[in-house]
């Protein structure tokens, strides 16, 4: 059976948009709307069904039986492929970056429970994953599969972002000002980017770096988002608190309190610092009275369960 055909790929659908109410955002009298892809499947949620969709059609459609790809212990990326490849029914494969004993950690466990296997590998090597050379081994150590970038970002990952903003545009009345993502890898950011050019071009798009020196990432986006000069865009670089995957003390107590005050789940790796840097905006009138902005929800909430046995959060 072609995905396309399947069950599962006719039920992940578009993602529901909620308006929030918060003191800041009354006072401030902004409009802030969450896009809850975290909502979008159980398994294969938030930016990653995204920036998959298109991969996996275009593997189909290069009869390949196998998908590769790369992350860390914690990937979303990881635990999202190795979702999809389970539902798909390809064969998985994910090289990580760090030691063996990884294998147990709940991102991981559950990822070889949908079949994946695992090839673990020092930083040094993983390091190579975007070298012609080291492709072009692996390539020939498995001939069928279909190589994925860490973080599924690649120009295949645009088309599926960009239906985000396709599906804004029959659900938000009025046009939107500015949206929001936080970026990792840049396909998202890329996406929404496209997206806008194309759909929503008065739209403003922000990516918040969730990792420290993060400007090179302009490179990569400007390469994925053919359309960036024809939309304003901005990857605010400042936010980072720390670098990947450092949670400082006030953006732990700001998740807890915006998860407790809003009932939207949020973790800090991504969702959390995007949400911490959008309300600093908004308290330092960034945007003038009566602005309406999205938030995209990217999911990630898998790695709290990482998180929680690191005591990280
Ligand atoms: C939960 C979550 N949000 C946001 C991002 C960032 O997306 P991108 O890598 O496309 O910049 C990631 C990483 O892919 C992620 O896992």
């Known amino acids: 059976m072609s995905i396309t055909d399947s069950i599962l790929y006719q039920q992940i659908n578009s993602s529901p948009l909620q308006a929030i109410t918060h003191p800041l955002l009354t006072e401030k009298a902004i409009q802030l709307s969450i896009k809850r892809d975290d909502l979008l499947h159980p398994e294969i949620a938030g930016n990653k069904w995204r920036k998959l969709k298109y991969n996996l059609l275009q593997a189909e459609a290069q009869q390949k039986t196998h998908l590769l790809s790369f992350g860390g212990a914690f990937s979303n990326h990881i635990h999202a492929l190795a979702a999809a490849c389970h539902h798909f029914k390809f064969q998985a494969t994910g090289i990580i970056r760090g030691e063996a004993h990884y294998a147990a950690n709940p991102t991981l466990s559950q990822a070889q429970q949908w079949g994946m296997t695992l090839q673990f590998v020092n930083r040094q090597t993983y390091r190579l994953k975007e070298q012609t050379e080291y492709l072009l081994k692996l390539q020939l150590q498995y001939p069928e599969a279909y190589l994925i970038p860490e973080g599924g970002s690649n120009a295949f990952a645009v088309p599926g972002v960009e239906e985000i903003i396709i599906e804004l545009?029959?659900?938000?009345?009025?046009?939107?000002?500015?949206?929001?993502?936080?970026?990792?890898?840049?396909?998202?950011?890329?996406?929404?980017i496209s997206g806008a050019a194309k759909y929503s071009p008065t739209t403003q798009v922000h990516g918040i770096a969730v990792l420290k020196n993060a400007l090179y990432l302009q490179h990569n986006v400007k390469q994925w988002a053919k359309s960036e000069h024809e939309v304003s865009w901005h990857l605010h670089t400042e936010n980072h608190e720390g670098g990947y995957g450092k949670i400082s003390k006030p953006l732990a107590d700001f998740c807890h309190q915006f998860s407790n005050e809003t009932q939207i789940p949020i973790e800090p790796i991504y969702t959390g610092k995007m949400f911490y840097a959008l309300w600093q905006l908004i308290e330092q009138d960034y945007f003038a009275r009566e602005t309406n902005i999205v938030a995209l929800h990217t999911g990630g909430l898998q790695g709290l369960a990482g998180l929680k046995l690191l005591k990280k959060f």
């Open 169 to 192: 545009a029959d659900q938000h009345p009025t046009a939107i000002d500015h949206i929001f993502t936080a970026t990792g890898s840049g396909g998202t950011l890329a996406g929404l």
